[in-house]
């Protein structure tokens, strides 16, 4: 089964040296926005160059309050957001995740 729904992918490239209190600035991104409840972020490098692209794809609303978090954080870096049409795989249709859980 899966289900489908109109999200937005926030794109925010940083320095993989850039710092925020005392750790990485990618790190601290990450964590802001799982403390938001960002469903999820990743964290890759596009190319050998030292920029890093930490991804997250949401509902419109919970990605509008991470670009809040990255205005309240000061950050150094580009971020883009584009709308995307997500698709979620799952086998309970109970509960929308794999295996019931």
């Known amino acids: 089964m899966k289900n ?48 890093l692209l930490v991804e997250a794809v949401d509902i419109p609303d919970r990605i509008d309050i991470a670009l809040a978090a990255l205005d309240d954080m000061g950050i ?9 049409t997500a698709i979620r795989y799952f086998k309970d249709p109970k509960c929308g995740r794999e295996g019931g859980k």
């Open 4 to 51: 489908q729904t109109k999200a937005k992918m926030l794109r925010v490239y940083v320095g993989e040296f850039d710092q925020m209190n005392g750790g990485p600035l990618y790190a601290a991104l990450v964590a802001r926005f799982m403390e938001i409840g960002v469903a999820g972020a990743t964290v890759l490098r596009p190319s050998s160059g030292t920029r």
């Open 76 to 84: 150094d870096g580009l971020a883009t957001v584009q709308d995307v």
